[in-house]
């Protein structure tokens, strides 16, 4: 049967829709300063291919519209995202040939964005999943013809920098001053949502739809929404989402909602099964506060307990030492699908022992500023 159209509703991660449009007339503003002629510059880091729009540069999107960068990238900052993309390659264990296309834009953000991650999707209807583009390149044996583009047909995601953050571009987490804001850490975060720590939830009762030219109507999840588990009304815990066979398509897969999305609600994920059928839960739950936030509610983790804080957190405390990716994340990452390298014994270890004085700083200095991103 032929598809003619999948409609859905965009999705912004970090920002919401009109804080995007503010960031536009921002940017805007300062257009009559721009070059006549800027090359975009595209380099290959690992498993990524990375366009840096510098200051003047559209990136021009059918699906997320154009975004113009005001500034130009430094070899300094080139270094940072190669850092950034280069330790998830190396966490990241893959037999694909494909890339990870992402632009990066630097934008004049709305206050208290430190940066902004804009994921695309491919929807498998063999497995009923919406993959990101980092999940379909990496993972999912590539951009398989079976895959439905949900984004206009594009490729290439969007990273929004901001221009009026204190980042630190430098090396050496040592270097880190107690105003600054690590720009590394914030780019292995935006990059996580590009690796599929996203949702579709919208703050609506019940996920999205793509709707099929007939009619029809299969449920938008991302990987990380399969794994949801929350209480149902009798107390029990329960998968939200439940794999149905497809009564119109034979061999697809739809997803059914199981219990209805409200803010505030604790949401678990799921890292397995037991024989019995008991759920094995990660020590990470989903961010969920009590009042929804476009692109924010849903899209990041926390940890349930007194765990460490992942860096896949909704926001990051000024001054504090470079963020990487937690074990609980790790193990959470397997259970998205991905086979991941454990990082060397040795980098944990050092990881560890600047984690705790990175606390310390962080408690004492939080007033000075802990930023969405
Ligand atoms: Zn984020």
Same mark, same amino acid.
Not at 102 to 121: D, H
Not at 272 to 288: C, M, P, R, W
Not at 333 to 345: F, K, N, S, Y
């Given at each position: 049967?032929?598809?003619? &159209? #999948?409609?859905?509703?965009?999705?912004?991660?970090?920002? =919401? /829709?009109?804080?995007?449009?503010?960031?536009?007339?921002?940017?805007?503003? %300062?257009?009559?300063?721009?070059?006549?002629?800027?090359?975009?510059?595209?380099?290959?880091?690992?498993?990524?291919?990375?366009?840096?729009? %510098?200051? %003047?540069?559209?990136?021009?999107?059918?699906?997320?519209?154009?975004?113009?960068?005001?500034?130009? +990238?430094?070899?300094?900052?080139?270094?940072?995202?190669?850092?950034?993309?280069? *330790? +998830?390659?190396?966490? #990241? $264990? &893959?037999?694909?040939?494909?890339?990870? /296309? $992402?632009?990066? $834009?630097?934008?004049?953000?709305?206050?208290?964005?430190?940066?902004?991650?804009?994921?695309?999707?491919?929807?498998?209807?063999?497995?009923?999943?919406?993959? !990101?583009?980092?999940?379909?390149?990496?993972?999912?044996?590539?951009?398989?013809?079976?895959?439905?583009?949900?984004?206009?047909?594009? =490729?290439?995601?969007?990273?929004?920098?901001?221009?009026?953050?204190?980042?630190?571009?430098?090396? !050496?987490?040592?270097?880190?001053?107690? $105003?600054?804001? @690590?720009?590394?850490?914030?780019?292995?975060?935006? #990059?996580?949502?590009?690796?599929?720590?996203?949702?579709?939830? @919208?703050?609506?009762? =019940? +996920?999205?739809?793509?709707?099929?030219?007939?009619?029809? &109507?299969?449920?938008?999840?991302?990987?990380?929404?399969?794994?949801?588990?929350?209480e149902n009304a009798n107390g029990e815990l329960v998968?939200?989402?439940?794999?149905?066979?497809?009564?119109? *398509?034979?061999? +697809?897969?739809?997803?059914?909602?199981?219990?209805?999305?409200?803010?505030? /609600?604790?949401?678990?994920?799921?890292?397995?099964?037991? @024989?019995?059928?008991?759920?094995?839960?990660?020590?990470?739950?989903? *961010?969920?506060?009590?009042?929804?936030?476009?692109?924010?509610?849903? !899209?990041?983790?926390?940890?349930?307990?007194?765990?460490?804080?992942?860096?896949?957190? *909704?926001? #990051?405390?000024?001054?504090?030492?470079?963020?990487?990716?937690?074990?609980?994340?790790?193990?959470?990452?397997?259970?998205?699908?991905?086979?991941?390298?454990?990082?060397?014994?040795?980098?944990? %270890?050092?990881?560890?022992?600047?984690?705790?004085?990175?606390?310390?700083?962080?408690?004492?200095?939080?007033?000075?500023?802990?930023? /969405?991103?």
């Amino acid at each position: 049967m032929i598809i003619k &159209t #999948i409609e859905f509703f965009g999705m912004f991660t970090d920002m =919401t /829709k009109t804080n995007w449009k503010r960031a536009l007339i921002c940017v805007g503003a %300062g257009l009559l300063t721009l070059p006549a002629f800027a090359a975009v510059e595209t380099v290959t880091y690992g498993n990524f291919e990375v366009s840096f729009y %510098g200051n %003047g540069d559209v990136f021009s999107s059918n699906h997320w519209g154009n975004h113009s960068s005001s500034q130009d +990238w430094t070899q300094e900052v080139k270094d940072c995202v190669g850092r950034a993309l280069n *330790y +998830w390659s190396d966490v #990241i $264990v &893959t037999d694909s040939t494909e890339k990870v /296309k $992402v632009a990066f $834009v630097w934008q004049e953000l709305v206050s208290g964005a430190l940066g902004g991650a804009s994921p695309l999707y491919y929807w498998n209807p063999y497995s009923g999943v919406c993959y !990101s583009n980092g999940e379909a390149a990496l993972r999912e044996h590539a951009y398989s013809s079976a895959y439905y583009n949900l984004s206009n047909k594009e =490729t290439t995601s969007l990273v929004r920098i901001s221009t009026n953050a204190n980042f630190y571009y430098g090396e !050496s987490e040592t270097g880190i001053t107690y $105003v600054q804001y @690590d720009l590394q850490s914030v780019l292995v975060h935006e #990059i996580g949502h590009i690796m599929g720590f996203d949702s579709f939830c @919208d703050g609506d009762p =019940t +996920w999205g739809n793509l709707t099929m030219s007939n009619g029809d &109507t299969f449920t938008a999840v991302t990987t990380l929404d399969t794994l949801l588990v929350t209480e149902n009304a009798n107390g029990e815990l329960v998968s939200v989402f439940e794999a149905k066979n497809s009564v119109d *398509y034979p061999g +697809w897969v739809n997803y059914e909602q199981t219990v209805e999305f409200s803010a505030g /609600k604790e949401y678990f994920l799921k890292t397995g099964e037991t @024989d019995s059928g008991e759920l094995q839960l990660s020590t990470l739950k989903v *961010y969920n506060p009590t009042k929804y936030s476009a692109g924010s509610s849903m !899209s990041h983790v926390e940890a349930t307990g007194t765990g460490e804080e992942p860096q896949m957190s *909704y926001a #990051i405390a000024n001054g504090k030492i470079r963020r990487e990716l937690t074990s609980d994340e790790l193990t959470l990452l397997r259970a998205m699908g991905w086979t991941v390298a454990v990082p060397e014994p040795s980098a944990f %270890g050092l990881l560890a022992g600047t984690f705790a004085l990175a606390l310390a700083v962080g408690s004492r200095r939080r007033k000075r500023g802990k930023e /969405k991103f």
